[in-house]
């Protein structure tokens, strides 16, 4: 591992870094905040629904097996960007297989993959080249996220009658409980739990009710684009931003209320919003 670690040295140059910090920006949590709700409500609502549940579950897994195994970062190299949790499995490369995978696999098409298989190969590549994890790291969050990939592409082919029949609020229930167990099996949260924890239950909540309630698809035209991506984002921060400031001028700042935010922002960009661009007429219904 020090060894790799060293060979890092060796090759890093001026000109690579700057690349190698947008391709570990494809896995931080403010490119999520932009690409996620933009491709939901501009692109595929249908598949970026999909992808949502996935990745944001991933996020949640992965810092649940962060928590288990706490395996420090390496320390043998200098880092070149900030990063203060665990090292094992990288968080960058699993997201970046699950995302770029899976959306990948909904378009079933050649250059899809290609171009998946070269974001996915750089984000890992970047966590090591910028020193923040192992090899070891990078190879684990592959693996982690393909099985995660594979047994959820198994369950949405399940689609068991059963579960239909229990309707959007009972279905977010059932996952939340489980999704509360899960926590359980970590002696400490961290941040990354609670952020993405949060955001999985507002998100499938939301994407769950908007799907079964409202169904509306996007209107053609370029303002109405601009309309949505204003409203959009402005609600984002919001909530992201202006909703962390409320609870810290009223000193709330335990993990409930962070979990409260991340909750309402997922539940914004799943139901939220496209519920106001439905009444304002943005969307058109099916």
Known sequence: QEDAMEWVLSVRAEWLTPLMKIFTFLGDEEFFLLFLPLAYWLWRKQVMGRVGMVLLFTF?????????????????????????????????????????????????????????????????????????????????????????????????????????????????????????????????????AIKGGAAFIGFLAGYLHEKKYLSCSLKPGMNLVISKLVLGLVGIVLIWMGLKQVFLSIGYTTDMAMFIRYTLLGGWISFGAPFLFCQFGWNEGK
Request: aromatic residues 14%; without cysteine.
């Open 60 to 192: 949640v897994l992965n810092a649940v097996i962060k928590g288990i195994f706490q395996i420090p970062r390496p320390e043998v190299i200098e880092h070149l960007v900030h990063a203060d949790d665990w090292s094992f499995p990288s968080g960058h490369s699993q997201g970046a297989m699950v995302l770029w995978g899976w959306l990948a696999y909904e378009l079933k098409d050649r250059r899809a993959y290609i171009i998946a298989a070269i974001l996915i190969a750089g984000v890992g590549f970047s966590r090591i080249y910028l020193g923040v994890h192992f090899p070891i790291d990078v190879l684990g969050g592959f693996l982690i996220g393909f099985i995660t990939l594979y047994i959820y592409s198994w369950i949405l082919k399940l689609s068991p009658p059963g579960w239909k029949r229990l309707g959007p609020t009972r279905q977010s229930l059932i996952i939340f409980v489980l999704l509360m167990g899960l926590f359980m099996l970590v002696p400490e949260l961290s941040e990354v």
